[in-house]
């Protein structure tokens, strides 16, 4: 599985993005896809993570709220809506799949990652 993430962008606090995460290769839609995050000095954050079908959704507290993670398995692509967006939701974001079930929030249990895609909140 090969995934690309897309859609970062400088915004202003209080406004929205929609990150994409694309998948190619085969067994996407068997996936649980998270989404991460990594400011500069820090070690890489937990965002949401999504079940292979939809169904079930996880997010981190900081976030809970305000982003929204979905999928589309006919299109193979996970999306990040981000709302009310703060400076502190500065960071490179990287989107990742796991054949794993659960909750699972740590980076070493992803099998596959993205390249990421800078997002910039100005205050």
């Not at 995934?3 to 400088?10: D, E, H, Y």
């Not at 740590?106 to 100005?122: K, M």
Request: aromatic content about 12%; some cysteine.
């Amino acid at each position: 599985v090969q995934l690309q993430a897309s859609g970062g962008g400088l915004v202003r606090a209080g406004n929205s993005l929609r990150l994409s995460c694309a998948a190619s290769g085969r067994g996407f839609s068997r996936y649980k896809v998270g989404w991460f995050r990594q400011a500069p000095g820090k070690e890489r954050q937990f965002v949401a993570h999504i079940s292979w079908s939809g169904d079930s959704t996880y997010y981190a507290d900081s976030v809970k709220g305000r982003f929204t993670i979905s999928r589309d398995n006919t299109k193979n692509t996970v999306y990040l809506q981000m709302n009310s967006l703060k400076p502190e939701d500065t960071a490179i974001y990287y989107c990742a799949a796991s054949p794993r079930i659960g909750t699972i929030v740590i980076p070493t249990l992803y099998d596959y990652w993205g390249q990421g895609t800078q997002v910039t909140v100005s205050s």
